[in-house]
């Protein structure tokens, strides 16, 4: 990896991996599994980097596997220099592929203010947004097609962790034009009392059906029934016009999607809308955990 002056020691990157795995395990098998190599392959590079420094690193026996002095102070420098280097090129990987944010339909103009910021603090890390979809939003995140998505909150999935909220969307009630709830004021729970609501996608995070979506009855007990499911904001929108059902919205969907044949009426049922930051677990971009901190400021 680095050629250096005469006194230098050649860093091949193999022999290194290979010592600092077998350090950590002290046995030749598991090491092999670890890094999915032969176990004579592990020898091997094990005693061509013993050759490279003129000592040994392990005492070997046929029951146990020890690092000898030379070896013990080898990974003392060695372990922290290679994880500092393994982060720099995460980093400079995770700069030159940029932040990727996925957004639902209402909230694809909620980080606007957040992203603008992280663009003048990080001007070399490209930002991308992209939209998510209701039937299945979380897939993204677990595909690494995305490193972030704005949604609803709650959100109850052991793999992914969730930030700060970072919006909050009164609600409002979409009608038909024709209905006589256009012509309200306002409406609440106990008005939906018989009256037919579009239903979420059946594949929704449950936890999207006892919050974010209306229950199915209103506070004295009546029934609010489903009336047929839809997957965007525009198949939403054409239901509530052609009198299938209303349809619970939010000022963000209003801001962003409208329907002639499709009137909103504030509703005061619910809670409002709240937009939250989530991200898979295991995500090693630590550009993520920087947005999400600047996306908490400027909510």
Not at 211 to 232: D, L, V
């Amino acid at each position: 990896m680095h050629e250096g002056g005469p006194d230098r020691v050649r860093l091949e990157q193999a022999e290194v991996e290979v010592f600092l795995a077998l350090a950590g395990e002290l046995h030749f098998g598991r090491t092999a599994e670890r890094l999915r190599i032969s176990q004579p392959r592990v020898s091997q590079l094990v005693r061509s980097l013993e050759r490279r420094i003129g000592g040994r690193l392990f005492e070997r026996s046929s029951r146990r596997v020890e690092l000898t002095p030379l070896g013990e102070r080898l990974l003392e420098s060695a372990a922290p220099a290679y994880d500092a280097l393994v982060l720099a090129l995460t980093d400079a990987r995770n700069i030159a592929r940029g932040l990727r944010i996925g957004f639902l339909g209402p909230f694809f103009s909620t980080l606007d203010a957040a992203i603008a910021a992280f663009r003048e603090r990080h001007p070399a890390c490209q930002v991308r947004t992209v939209q998510s979809s209701w039937t299945d939003p979380f897939a993204p995140l677990r595909s690494g097609e995305i490193d972030l998505l704005v949604c609803p909150w709650p959100v109850e999935q052991d793999d992914l962790r969730t930030g700060p909220v970072v919006a909050e969307y009164p609600r409002l009630l979409a009608v038909a034009a024709s209905d006589p709830l256009a012509a309200r004021p306002s409406v609440d729970l106990e008005d939906l009392a018989g009256v037919r609501v579009i239903a979420a996608p059946p594949s929704g995070p449950p936890e999207w059906l006892r919050s974010f979506w209306p229950p199915e009855r209103t506070p004295t007990g009546q029934p609010i029934p489903r009336a047929g499911q839809a997957r965007t904001e525009p198949e939403m929108l054409s239901l509530v016009a052609q009198g299938a059902g209303v349809f619970v919205a939010s000022t963000a969907m209003a801001r962003h999607f409208s329907h002639p044949g499709v009137a909103f009426v504030p509703f005061t049922g619910m809670p409002p809308s709240r937009a939250v930051l989530v991200w898979h677990a295991g995500n090693p971009n630590r550009r993520v955990a920087e947005f999400a901190g600047i996306a908490a400021g400027t909510g």
